[in-house]
């Protein structure tokens, strides 16, 4: 069965405090995997990962994927309250499909 | 947005009745999903389409119907809603770069 496990489940740290949001894999037929940022609405994406190695980044938010450990992590860097958020992770298997794991919540305290 | 509307945004029901939730695009894009989002379980999804009157499940589909006659809406219709039902449903498409957007969501309470 397909499964995407997201760590830890929950997060506070203060502002300026870097963060390290892990996502792990187990799904065939892998395509991509996604990250998604969700406030109190519908989840926003964040980045796209399809290749091994290679950082995707976007200001404080940098996102990497491990295709041979079947993981991805999520970093953002002077965290500021406006990062308190769910953090979601996604894997596109074939067929255009997604599978979501969990979330991590974070929490960013001034 | 990525050009997605999802109407009612917000529906109280009773057990037993109908219900259907629409969701519209604007850009034309082929594949379009339905998802529930509750507490414990994350996002899961029902339904998704890969063109005019392609559909096909998803993982929780039981209980839920969908039809696409035009490219930009898709409909989620709940034949006799359940309580079990109530929960946030998000509409969703993927770009021409294969990233997924998601539409605002409907909050839906079956009493």
């Known amino acids: 069965e397909d499964k995407v496990v997201q760590s830890p489940l929950s997060l506070v740290v203060h502002e300026g405090d870097t963060v390290t949001l892990n996502c792990s894999y187990e799904v065939t037929n892998f395509r991509s995997l996604l990250w998604y940022k969700q406030e109190k609405k519908a989840p926003t994406f964040l980045f796209m990962l399809?290749?091994?190695?290679i950082e995707k980044k976007s200001g404080r938010l940098s996102s990497i994927l491990d295709k041979k450990e079947l993981f991805s992590i999520l970093n953002i860097t002077a965290t500021q309250t406006g990062d308190s958020a769910i953090y979601l992770c996604?894997?596109?298997?074939?067929?255009?499909?997604?599978?979501f794991g969990g979330g991590t919540r974070l929490m960013v305290k001034p | 947005d990525a050009g997605i509307t999802q109407s009612p945004r917000h529906k109280v029901t009773e057990t037993g009745t109908p219900v259907t939730l629409r969701c519209h695009q604007t850009e034309n894009h082929r594949y379009m999903y339905w998802y529930r989002q509750d507490p414990g379980h994350g996002l899961r999804l029902i339904h998704y389409s890969y063109g005019v009157k392609d559909t096909d499940k998803g993982e929780v589909s039981d209980g839920y119907s969908v039809s696409r006659s035009k490219t930009e809406d898709f409909l989620l219709t709940l034949e006799s809603a359940t309580s079990s039902q109530t929960s946030v449903y998000f509409c969703a498409i993927n770009d021409r770069e294969n990233e997924q957007f998601f539409g605002p969501g409907t909050r839906l309470t079956v009493l």
């Open positions: 996604a894997v596109e298997y074939a067929g255009n499909m997604l599978t």
């Open positions: 399809t290749s091994s190695g």
